[in-house]
């Protein structure tokens, strides 16, 4: 980039975008996220904080987007993935995001950090196994309760969300995945940044810090999946997987996402897995991997798939499987709840 379209995209910055000057000449500042032009959030010093009183002109949000494209000679399209000196910028434009234009900055460290700096930070201490955010966590008491069903089944869902263990929701159509979904997002604390992904916008999110994106205009599933690991999310809410786009969202929640939720068609939570598995072959990716890999993947993965259905006025859970593992290339499971019968200690898919 040259000396003079850097600048011209430095004043970009500042005639559309001045209320975030502040911010971004903060040295403690990682990232500036813009859900939309009236909701902005701030990742300090590690810590992601709303930032009050400080509103963007929607038109003029949507004119620097326009103008940081074709500075990096990029097209008008609904998603931009940009850069300037020291910044990388993503952005998506209504309606594909569904609450607004929306833009999230990220700046790099203006000093070097050596080594050195990791020992006198702290960042290479150990740390004690309360303080470890996402050390493997079992409740076997509470999982024993399930097969009584009941509050149980609350406590499990606000546990899984609580202590982030990625979920696999399935079920048929009107089976009452999207309800549950909502329930879980709101069981989320509200100081994680959701990103939630649909084919057709149904999610009811309440949470503060929450991005809706919505597949249109030509942007699929598949693109808005990856969109989302550049716009810092904490936790990836796919509201359908139909396709290839399953790929990637197991390779984001393989890459520090935990807690997300997928939902997807499957006729049971016993055959949940291999539905799974067909809607990751169908990415050139996927076809690629040997099926004892790709049942490694999805094990490793999600710990939990949910079946849902529709039995008369009722729609929520009727079954709830843990994977313990692999063996000879098989699933290994365990029912933990269901409404039709008695619950078996373990059984392989």
């Known amino acids: 980039m040259s000396r003079v379209t850097y600048e011209y995209a430095i004043e970009v910055l500042n005639d559309y975008l001045g209320p975030?000057?502040?911010?971004?000449?903060?040295?403690?500042v990682q990232e500036i996220m813009v859900n939309r032009a009236d909701t902005i959030f701030v990742e300090r010093n590690g810590i992601i904080s709303f930032v009050a009183r400080c509103d963007l002109n929607p038109d003029a949000l949507d004119r620097a987007i326009t103008i940081l494209a074709n500075v990096n000679a990029k097209a008008q399209t609904p998603l931009l993935d940009a850069r300037l000196p020291g910044l990388r910028l993503?952005?998506?434009?209504?309606?594909?995001?569904?609450?607004?234009?929306?833009?999230?900055?990220?700046?790099?460290?203006?000093?070097?950090?050596?080594l050195a700096d990791y020992v006198r930070s702290g960042a290479l201490d150990v740390l004690p196994a309360a303080q470890r955010a996402f050390s493997p966590r079992r409740?076997?008491?509470?999982?024993?309760?399930?097969?009584?069903?009941?509050?149980?089944?609350?406590?499990?869902?606000?546990?899984?969300?609580?202590?982030?263990?990625?979920?696999a929701f399935s079920g048929g159509t009107s089976s009452g995945k999207t309800t549950l979904l909502?329930?879980?997002?709101?069981?989320?604390?509200?100081?994680?940044?959701?990103v939630t992904i649909e084919d057709t916008a149904e999610?009811?999110?309440?949470?503060?810090?929450?991005?809706?994106?919505?597949?249109?205009?030509?942007?699929?599933?598949?693109?808005?999946v990856r969109f989302s690991l550049r716009i810092r999310p904490d936790r990836i809410i796919v509201g359908e997987v139909r396709?290839?786009?399953?790929?990637?969202?197991?390779?984001?929640l393989n890459t520090g996402h935990p807690g997300s939720i997928v939902s997807f068609h499957a006729?049971?939570?016993?055959?949940?897995?291999?539905?799974?598995?067909?809607?990751?072959?169908?990415?050139?990716?996927?076809?690629?991997?040997?099926?004892?890999?790709?049942?490694?993947?999805?094990?490793?993965?999600?710990?939990?798939?949910?079946?849902?259905?529709?039995?008369?006025?009722i729609r929520g859970?009727?079954?709830?499987?843990?994977?313990?593992?692999?063996?000879?290339?098989?699933?290994?499971?365990?029912?933990?709840?269901s409404r039709y019968a008695d619950v078996e200690e373990a059984a392989h898919a």
């Open 182 to 194: 909502n329930a879980m997002i709101d069981a989320m604390p509200a100081s994680d940044r959701i």
């Open 317 to 337: 859970p009727v079954e709830i499987r843990e994977v313990l593992g692999v063996e000879h290339d098989r699933y290994r499971t365990r029912c933990l709840f």
């Open 20 to 28: 975030l000057q502040p911010m971004l000449a903060d040295p403690d």
């Open 90 to 114: 993503a952005a998506a434009r209504q309606p594909v995001a569904i609450h607004g234009d929306m833009l999230s900055i990220r700046k790099h460290a203006r000093r070097r950090i050596g």
């Open 267 to 313: 006729d049971s939570a016993d055959t949940a897995p291999a539905r799974l598995e067909s809607l990751i072959r169908m990415s050139d990716e996927g076809r690629l991997m040997s099926i004892a890999d790709l049942r490694q993947k999805i094990a490793s993965t999600f710990r939990f798939f949910v079946h849902a259905e529709r039995q008369g006025a």
């Open 203 to 224: 999610l009811q999110v309440h949470a503060p810090n929450h991005v809706g994106l919505e597949a249109n205009l030509g942007i699929t599933i598949r693109d808005l």
């Open 243 to 252: 396709g290839a786009e399953a790929f990637d969202l197991m390779e984001a």
């Open 139 to 167: 409740n076997a008491a509470l999982l024993d309760r399930l097969s009584g069903g009941g509050a149980a089944l609350c406590e499990f869902f606000q546990w899984v969300m609580r202590e982030r263990i990625n979920v």
